[in-house]
């Protein structure tokens, strides 16, 4: 008997209109956990680095994480993988809401979706019965739209369905997956699926789950629970605001953003706001949350509220995700409700809400530089927030110029020349980064903007502290209940961490400690990923409820897999490897690991190649950033290291000089 997971994934060939029940092998999930582990190991063996992101050989998985379904506080993720259009590199991206749950009890750990359809289609899965059905009919319609109208159809309210819009029909580079409440959005795993011809998922289950020693899971969850209550009721003192309290940055309850708007620049915003933030404007924003807001919502099995329902004047009421409600607003350094608007707009449409914003302030950064011009875009309207909703329409129709934006903004900026490179100033391996932006340079943060194949900073940071507190007293008293680290060591490092004179930033923490912390960190959200846990009970705050502590008490009680915290460092260890290996077969080399030149107002080009130096080391890499025969071995990956091998990546007596790196095959084709 399986335990957590149900032991059967879904494989669906849109060519063939083929469906199988296929059972999964116990051995892959003690080895890769689960959910994006598994899924890692799934493109590895299935995806070879000749197949394009929009050729039918290309895969898209939806899978539940591990303990997803079960009664662990939180756990709702959907992890969604793929290769990407936009940047040529394995994608994964998470969605919460309840899709996830509804999957495993119908029955499937995973859909597996291959080949393309030769016409537009949905899937209904509704738990033994699997149906391709006709989409013809939901053709052009929103994402949330056709949600609703899938279950309509269907006479079935309770179905959890994820779907794309316009843009996902149109193959637009930063398409999303939306799913109501949540969606998933980085990469343009969005596009695939609109070039896979599949509208959307259907989903319906009422089976049960088996957990290994319930008695003993379930007292886990209530000691989560019991955590969460009081860290509410007792904060965390020192810590700023996005921090203080458990689950997501909490936004859409948040009115003072004053931290937000003027202690970054914001990507392709064109303009730090220094000093917007007035008591006028502070009012004008809490008004507009409140008249808007209509509730707050959380995700299956969550206590945490950290997305809200919103109702936009004359639109209909849709479900705002956390952060996203500042993207749009500070492309355009416009207002709130102008921000909350045009976002409504742009989950019907289904794209990316970190990266269409800054593609559309590009594009108005182009126009004001003489860059594009009026022949480029005709009618492109005077009134700047019009602008925004005149690009928006037209990158996901591909009309005009709207065609070259919706592969993003790298891609735009090539095809466009004239200088459009040097406005394309967010991206890192190809892809428009959290629209934020940092003063000085700090080394964890280097590393981890450099490094991550998630390519989303808020999906690697957390556990540490983003800055020392100003007096010694308050970091004895931070560290005293610190039981969250993996190591005593971690609270010396945040002790010692003094804002002031010599060990002031960049320099403190040390190089070997920063190495440290980033792995703790990455650490952390790989194994959410694979558990199908959310960031915000786990990897994302300080001193969270979930940690590496109870997780392998979790994973063995839950899904009956014998679990020590050893263990479970290597698994996660084994399969973040495995996903760098997939990119690395694609190409992606030391010269793609680099921010911006322009992120830190500040750089320091030697410890910058120390510190990367440094931590491929630490990680088991060569100094271009490909895991070694040795560390390989280590990890149980030694298909990786033959396939390497025969691919002239890698030799066996040595590390072999790369063919190319990513940034060089960029040059060669746009996909």
Same mark, same amino acid.
């Given at each position: 008997?399986?335990?957590?997971?149900?032991?059967?994934?879904?494989?669906?060939?849109?060519?063939?209109?083929?469906?199988?029940?296929?059972?999964?092998?116990?051995?892959?999930?003690?080895?890769?956990?689960?959910?994006?582990?598994?899924?890692?190991?799934?493109?590895?063996?299935?995806?070879?680095?000749?197949?394009?992101?929009?050729?039918?050989?290309?895969?898209?998985?939806?899978?539940?994480g591990l303990l997803c379904g079960t009664p662990a506080t939180g756990c709702n993720r959907t992890?969604?993988?793929?290769?990407?259009?936009?940047?040529?590199?394995?994608?994964?991206?998470?969605?919460?809401?309840?899709?996830?749950?509804?999957?495993?009890?119908?029955?499937?750990?995973?859909?597996?979706?291959?080949?393309?359809?030769?016409?537009?289609?949905? !899937?209904?899965?509704?738990?033994?019965?699997?149906?391709?059905?006709?989409?013809?009919?939901?053709?052009?319609?929103?994402?949330?739209?056709?949600?609703?109208?899938?279950?309509?159809?269907?006479?079935?309210?309770?179905?959890?369905?994820?779907?794309?819009?316009?843009?996902?029909?149109?193959?637009?580079?930063?398409?999303?997956?939306?799913?109501?409440?949540?969606?998933?959005?980085?990469?343009?795993?969005?596009?695939?699926?609109?070039?896979?011809?599949?509208?959307?998922?259907?989903?319906?289950?009422? +089976?049960?789950?088996?957990?290994?020693?319930?008695?003993?899971?379930?007292?886990?969850?209530?000691?989560?629970?019991?955590?969460?209550?009081?860290?509410?009721?007792?904060?965390?003192?020192?810590?700023?605001?996005?921090?203080?309290?458990?689950?997501?940055?909490?936004?859409?309850?948040?009115?003072?953003?004053?931290? %937000?708007?003027?202690?970054?620049?914001?990507?392709?915003?064109?303009?730090?706001?220094? $000093?917007?933030?007035?008591?006028?404007?502070?009012?004008?924003?809490? /008004?507009?949350?409140?008249?808007?807001?209509?509730? !707050?919502?959380?995700?299956?099995?969550?206590?945490?509220?950290?997305?809200?329902?919103?109702?936009?004047?004359? =639109?209909?009421?849709?479900?705002?995700?956390?952060?996203?409600?500042?993207?749009?607003?500070?492309?355009?350094?416009?207002?709130?409700?102008?921000?909350?608007?045009?976002?409504?707009?742009?989950?019907?449409?289904?794209? /990316?809400?970190?990266?269409?914003?800054?593609?559309?302030?590009?594009?108005?950064?182009?126009?004001?530089?003489?860059?594009?011009?009026?022949?480029?875009?005709?009618?492109?309207?005077? $009134?700047?927030?019009?602008?925004?909703?005149?690009? !928006? $329409?037209?990158?996901?129709?591909?009309?005009?110029?709207?065609?070259?934006?919706?592969?993003?903004?790298?891609?735009?900026? +090539?095809?466009?020349?004239?200088?459009?490179?040097?406005?394309?100033?967010?991206?890192?391996?190809?892809?428009?980064? =959290?629209?934020?932006? =940092?003063?000085?340079?700090?080394?964890?943060?280097?590393?981890?903007?450099?490094?991550?194949?998630?390519?989303?900073?808020?999906?690697?940071?957390?556990?540490?502290?983003?800055?020392?507190?100003?007096?010694?007293?308050?970091?004895?008293?931070?560290?005293?209940?610190?039981?969250?680290?993996?190591?005593? *060591?971690?609270?010396?490092?945040?002790?010692?961490?003094?804002?002031?004179?010599?060990?002031?930033?960049?320099?403190?923490?040390?190089?070997?400690?920063?190495? /440290?912390?980033? /792995?703790?960190?990455?650490?952390?959200?790989?194994?959410?990923?694979?558990?199908?846990?959310?960031?915000?009970?786990?990897?994302?705050?300080?001193?969270?409820?979930?940690?590496?502590?109870?997780?392998?008490?979790?994973?063995?009680?839950?899904?009956?897999?014998?679990?020590?915290?050893?263990?479970?460092?290597?698994?996660?260890?084994?399969?973040?490897?495995?996903?760098?290996?997939?990119?690395?077969?694609?190409?992606?080399?030391?010269?793609?690991?680099?921010?911006?030149?322009?992120?830190?107002?500040?750089?320091?080009?030697?410890?910058?190649?120390?510190?990367?130096?440094?931590?491929?080391?630490? *990680?088991?890499?060569?100094?271009?950033?490909?895991?070694?025969?040795?560390?390989? %071995?280590?990890?149980?990956?030694?298909?990786?290291?033959?396939?390497?091998?025969?691919?002239?990546?890698?030799?066996?007596?040595?590390?072999?000089?790369?063919?190319?790196?990513?940034?060089?095959?960029?040059?060669?084709?746009?996909?």
């Amino acid at each position: 008997m399986r335990y957590a997971e149900t032991g059967y994934n879904l494989e669906i060939d849109l060519s063939r209109g083929n469906i199988e029940r296929v059972q999964t092998d116990p051995r892959d999930t003690e080895l890769y956990l689960g959910g994006l582990g598994t899924n890692a190991k799934i493109i590895w063996d299935r995806v070879p680095p000749e197949v394009e992101p929009f050729s039918p050989d290309n895969l898209l998985i939806f899978s539940a994480g591990l303990l997803c379904g079960t009664p662990a506080t939180g756990c709702n993720r959907t992890i969604v993988t793929t290769i990407s259009p936009q940047t040529l590199l394995m994608a994964f991206s998470m969605m919460g809401g309840f899709w996830a749950p509804e999957l495993k009890y119908a029955g499937y750990d995973k859909v597996i979706i291959r080949g393309k359809s030769p016409n537009l289609v949905y !899937l209904w899965i509704n738990n033994d019965k699997v149906e391709i059905r006709d989409a013809s009919h939901l053709q052009g319609k929103g994402a949330v739209e056709t949600a609703e109208l899938i279950r309509r159809e269907l006479k079935e309210p309770k179905a959890q369905v994820a779907a794309i819009g316009l843009a996902g029909e149109n193959r637009v580079y930063f398409a999303s997956i939306e799913q109501g409440r949540s969606s998933a959005s980085r990469g343009g795993i969005g596009a695939v699926m609109g070039d896979k011809g599949l509208k959307a998922i259907a989903v319906r289950g009422t +089976k049960d789950l088996n957990i290994a020693r319930p008695a003993e899971f379930m007292e886990l969850c209530n000691e989560v629970l019991a955590y969460i209550k009081f860290r509410n009721e007792n904060p965390i003192p020192g810590v700023m605001p996005i921090l203080a309290g458990l689950g997501s940055p909490q936004e859409m309850k948040v009115h003072d953003e004053k931290w %937000h708007t003027e202690n970054f620049s914001w990507g392709n915003s064109r303009l730090r706001r220094k $000093d917007y933030w007035n008591e006028e404007i502070a009012k004008q924003w809490s /008004d507009t949350l409140e008249n808007m807001r209509t509730r !707050l919502i959380s995700c299956y099995n969550c206590p945490m509220k950290c997305g809200a329902t919103i109702s936009p004047p004359g =639109l209909p009421t849709y479900m705002m995700k956390c952060f996203s409600k500042l993207t749009y607003t500070m492309a355009a350094m416009s207002d709130l409700e102008f921000g909350l608007g045009i976002a409504q707009s742009a989950t019907e449409y289904g794209v /990316d809400g970190f990266s269409a914003p800054q593609v559309m302030a590009f594009a108005v950064e182009l126009y004001e530089a003489g860059i594009l011009t009026d022949d480029d875009m005709p009618g492109f309207p005077s $009134d700047n927030e019009e602008r925004f909703y005149w690009l !928006l $329409d037209r990158i996901v129709r591909r009309e005009g110029i709207g065609d070259v934006l919706a592969n993003g903004t790298y891609w735009a900026a +090539k095809q466009i020349g004239k200088g459009a490179e040097a406005y394309a100033h967010n991206n890192i391996k190809k892809h428009e980064q =959290l629209p934020l932006k =940092l003063s000085m340079l700090n080394p964890i943060y280097f590393l981890m903007y450099a490094t991550g194949e998630k390519i989303n900073i808020t999906q690697i940071e957390g556990q540490f502290p983003q800055a020392p507190f100003p007096k010694k007293e308050q970091r004895e008293e931070f560290v005293k209940d610190w039981f969250q680290v993996p190591d005593e *060591k971690f609270k010396q490092y945040f002790l010692g961490w003094d804002p002031r004179g010599e060990k002031s930033m960049p320099y403190y923490p040390t190089v070997e400690m920063s190495c /440290d912390i980033v /792995d703790w960190q990455e650490r952390m959200h790989y194994i959410d990923d694979a558990l199908g846990m959310c960031a915000g009970l786990s990897s994302f705050p300080l001193k969270p409820p979930y940690h590496i502590h109870n997780y392998p008490k979790f994973i063995s009680s839950g899904a009956g897999i014998d679990m020590d915290e050893a263990k479970l460092t290597q698994a996660a260890k084994r399969y973040r490897t495995l996903v760098r290996a997939n990119n690395i077969r694609r190409g992606m080399r030391r010269k793609d690991e680099k921010p911006p030149e322009n992120h830190w107002k500040k750089r320091f080009p030697e410890l910058e190649k120390e510190l990367l130096d440094t931590y491929y080391n630490f *990680k088991g890499w060569n100094n271009q950033g490909i895991p070694t025969k040795e560390s390989l %071995h280590e990890l149980g990956l030694d298909y990786v290291f033959e396939d390497f091998v025969k691919r002239g990546i890698l030799t066996d007596n040595e590390d072999a000089s790369p063919k190319y790196t990513l940034a060089e095959k960029a040059q060669e084709v746009q996909p």
